[in-house]
């Protein structure tokens, strides 16, 4: 199970998954902090519901694909001598770049989601940066491993006719290996094409043995290892274990996704176990991430003469709550969705804000700063390109799942768009700005 | 996706090759070693833009933190139970020893995940709705119900390995 075909394959699924996570991310980050030339889609209304929750259950999905990418490669650690070519430094350094950052990203990604936070750096500017970084000696992992990874695409070019691995020949020299590994397979499918496969399968079956073992004391250690496992020499029994560590590497990925995941997708709700997040549970039956009391609001927001003011260049205007309430209030069904993953739908009601904008004669192509009445905090301050305030699903809402607002909500009334990050969906609301 | 790139041109390319890997290869790793080194600066310049040079011991204390986790204490123990269950099990049929090694990494791998989530919960979360399960207990029963999956599953595979067993004598 520890060759190059087993790294291949789990390499590939956790590169695939780490793609995902990098792309999700930088859209969840950009909605973020979007350059100044920026628009992002309003519809469909789920879609940063559904990237954020694939961004978190990709990371969680890697957890035992990483694991079980380095259990498959773990002797190579001890490889002796350590360096033996000098493509090999590159190899090795990139490979220490790549597990300590992508451990530390998957450790406090997860945590993050927990809310918790041991370590002594900040968590977003860390994990942007990382991002970066892990994906960058991915791909130099991947540039020196290339010759292997195309070696061992397939399953047919990595096991012979009785199931037996087919290590790449040539010298003990990996880079000289990586090499002939390519060399060999441009051989077998040219013996593969015009003959039948007796002659091509013959040939490296030859090869199995002749696999570049460590030396030394670790050497002595590994073979003694060897030897525990000789019955696996055996194809039949081979290719049992190998069963049994691809079924273990899918079944833990299968069992934290489906386990957790039901915080962001309807269809696994019923199996969230152990999700940091239950739909549902909360004031207005909706989960909460800043309290009021933590915003500071307690007393502003339950101000009898509190007032929403929204101003264009020199005319302003105050609603009441109980203005705002006679206004024409609209329906909509639009998802809260945090970007530590979980989301949830709700039916919100309140004025539509293009309504709001038209009354103080904004015109449509103006950004708005929306200001909470929160005192400080790193989402005080909100700016809503366009896109959305013109999007006639955004509403100023009143009310949440047939209810007034809870004050943990946002009462007396808090912003809600389509398809941005739940940070951005303004409670407490105080000023709204066309700039 | 870069299969048919990266693989040299196999049918009609002489014999005696010139020795090269083949081209797209060579050109594929030229980007990737660029693309990635390229990607490695940006991720240090991000940092060095956002992160305080004051955090920069802590970080660096964790990166390595991590390596050492892994390499020096989870695959040595990974690695060490797999030997034992390796040198142990040598009478039992592979099967088995592979459907138990399946229902053990499951296990271990969900309680890698909630531990930090109990520990998170213990220390008091910022409100009701964050963390709202008993992790502990449900952790308990993740358990519970991954040994008895395994167990039936041994059960299934041994009596369907004897039903072969019987009717190849017979």
């Not at chain 1, 498959?72 to 350094?93: D, G, I, M, S």
């Amino acid at each position: 199970m520890r060759n190059a075909r087993s790294a291949t394959v789990l390499g590939r699924l956790l590169a695939a998954a780490f793609l995902v996570c990098l792309l999700t991310g930088l859209y969840s980050h950009f909605l973020q902090e979007p350059a100044s030339w920026m628009r992002f889609p309003t519809s469909p209304v789920w879609l940063y519901q559904v990237t954020q929750g694939i961004h978190i259950t990709a990371g969680i999905a890697s957890i035992p694909l990483l694991l079980g990418k380095l259990h498959a490669v773990f002797p190579q650690l001890f490889q002796h001598p350590p360096v033996r070519h000098p493509v090999q430094v590159l190899e090795r350094a990139s490979i220490a770049l790549f597990i300590s950052t992508s451990v530390l990203q998957l450790v406090t990604g997860l945590l993050n989601t927990y809310q918790w936070y041991p370590w002594p750096f900040p968590f977003k500017q860390v994990h942007f940066a990382l991002s970066f970084v892990i994906i960058g000696s991915l791909a130099v992992h991947i540039a020196v491993k290339l010759p292997l990874i195309t070696r061992y695409w397939r399953a047919r070019d990595s096991y012979d006719a009785d199931g037996r691995f087919v290590e790449p020949s040539g010298e003990l020299d990996p880079a000289r290996a990586e090499h002939e590994a390519v060399r060999e397979l441009a051989r077998m499918r040219r013996d593969d094409a015009p003959t039948s496969t007796s002659t091509s399968t013959s040939q490296p079956a030859a090869a199995v043995h002749s696999a570049p073992q460590p030396r030394g004391l670790v050497g002595r250690v590994t073979r003694w290892i060897d030897d525990a496992r000789e019955p696996e020499r055996d194809p039949a029994r081979s290719r049992v274990s190998r069963r049994g560590f691809f079924g273990a590497v899918g079944a833990s990925t299968v069992g934290v996704v489906a386990l957790t995941a039901g915080q962001s997708f309807t269809p696994l709700e019923p199996l969230n176990a152990f999700g940091p997040r239950q739909r549902g549970i909360g004031p207005n039956d909706l989960p909460v991430n800043r309290t009021a009391s933590a915003a500071k609001v307690l007393e502003t927001a339950m101000d009898p003469d509190w007032t929403l003011t929204i101003a264009h260049g020199e005319r302003t205007m105050a609603f009441t709550a109980s203005d705002l309430e006679a206004m024409a209030q609209g329906d909509e069904h639009l998802p809260i969705s945090c970007v530590e993953g979980w989301s949830q739908t709700a039916r919100w009601r309140g004025p539509r804000l293009v309504e709001l904008m038209a009354l103080v004669g904004a015109p449509s192509d103006r950004s708005l700063r929306v200001t909470s009445l929160e005192e400080k905090g790193g989402y005080r301050v909100m700016l809503m390109g366009p896109e959305y305030a013109n999007d006639p699903t955004t509403l100023v809402a009143l009310e949440v799942n047939g209810g007034r607002l809870d004050i943990e909500h946002g009462y007396p009334a808090r912003m809600i768009a389509p398809g941005r990050p739940g940070v951005l969906q303004t409670k407490w609301l105080s000023l709204i700005e066309v700039i | 996706m870069t299969r048919s790139s990266a693989v040299p041109a196999v049918p009609s390319s002489s014999a005696s090759g010139s020795g090269a890997t083949g081209r797209g290869v060579r050109v594929a790793r030229a980007v990737l070693v660029v693309v990635g080194i390229a990607l490695i600066g940006l991720g240090g310049w991000v940092l060095t833009e956002t992160v305080s040079p004051t955090r920069y011991g802590g970080l660096l204390v964790w990166l390595i933190g991590a390596v050492i986790a892994h390499d020096a204490i989870i695959a040595p123990v990974v690695a060490g139970i797999a030997l034992l269950v390796g040198r142990t099990g040598r009478r039992i049929s592979p099967a088995v020893l592979a459907i138990v090694q399946v229902g053990i990494v499951l296990g271990v791998v969900l309680t890698l995940v909630v531990v930090p989530e109990i520990i998170a919960k213990a220390r008091g979360p910022k409100n009701d709705t964050v963390l709202p399960f008993d992790y502990g207990v449900r952790l308990g029963v993740a358990w519970l119900v991954v040994v008895v999956l395994t167990a039936l599953a041994v059960v299934a595979w041994t009596v369907l390995a004897r039903r072969r067993e019987a009717r190849r004598a017979a």
